[in-house]
């Protein structure tokens, strides 16, 4: 078992390369299905928010600009010096997401929905841990892009 452990972080460490392209496309495919779901129907992802106690005023601006943004984010991460960016961006998109949800469920009357194809069929609950899983997996990226940074500069000084 002590071997398995050992053997895990060389393992990682020697295909980070993939395991990186792996989560970006996780979070270029999460970004772009869940703009693409609200852009199908924005008005009615306008009217889901605007129930929102916290968001009721920004709703409309929000209904844009949340999609638009995701797919601003996967772009970045789609291309490769834009990549840490994105990772920061993914990261900072699913802390806001999550603490949004964290504020609904636990200090909000109203819980409404405003997630739609796939995720729309998750609790809150499931939602929640859901981003956590996700905003986790953005902060080994941006492990990874570092290290892989640090790596590739240590063999240019070498």
Known sequence: MKNAVLTLPRFVLRKRNIILETICYLFIFLFLYAAFSKLMDVQKFQVQMSKSPLITQFAGLLAWGVPILEIIVAIFLFVPRLRLTGLYASFSLMLAFTGYIFIIQNFSPYVPCSCGGILSS????????????????????IFLYNREQSHAHSYALA
Do not use: C, D
Not at 122 to 141: P, S, Y
């Open 122 to 141: 998750m609790g809150w609950t499931e939602h929640f841990f859901f981003n956590i899983g996700f905003t986790l997996l953005a902060v080994f990226g």
